[in-house]
Nanobody, 121 residues
Framework: QVQLVESGGGSVQAGGSLRLSCAAS????????MGWFRQAPGKERELVST???????YYTDSVKGRFTISRDNAKKTLYLQMNSLKPEDTAMYYC???????????????WGQGTQVTVSS
């Protein structure tokens, strides 16, 4: 079983920065593919960014050039550096994990409890 705990959310003004962290409990963390999702009130959950076990990354178009995903396998921690934040980035942010041989957003079986990010204009 994989447990994920997010931290680092908060309230910032537009143009500000936040760094989210996601600490994992499993000893197999380095073999997992990880992702950040977000869900705003009244909207569907959205994939924000992913990182493979080998370090390959993906970003949804709306955050490219502003967000950076990274992982520290020694600390079993996933990060999301968010710069130039916009009000439309306001959402609950979740980290999630999947075994890398599986594919698609439905393959993410392990989820954190979420951390709130609020960006004011």
């Amino acid at each position: 079983q994989v447990q994920l705990v997010e931290s680092g959310g908060g309230s910032v003004q537009a143009g500000g920065s936040l760094r989210l962290s996601c600490a994992a409990s499993t000893s197999t963390y380095s073999t997992l593919c990880m992702g950040w999702f977000r869900q705003a009130p009244g909207k569907e959950r959205e994939l924000v960014s992913t990182i493979s076990s080998g370090g390959s990354t993906y970003y949804t178009d709306s955050v490219k050039g502003r967000f950076t995903i990274s992982r520290d396998n020694a600390k079993k921690t996933l990060y999301l550096q968010m710069n130039s934040l916009k009000p439309e980035d306001t959402a609950m942010y979740y980290c999630a994990a999947r075994v890398c041989w599986s594919s698609g957003t439905s393959a993410y079986k392990y989820w954190g409890q979420g951390t709130q990010v609020t960006v004011s204009s």
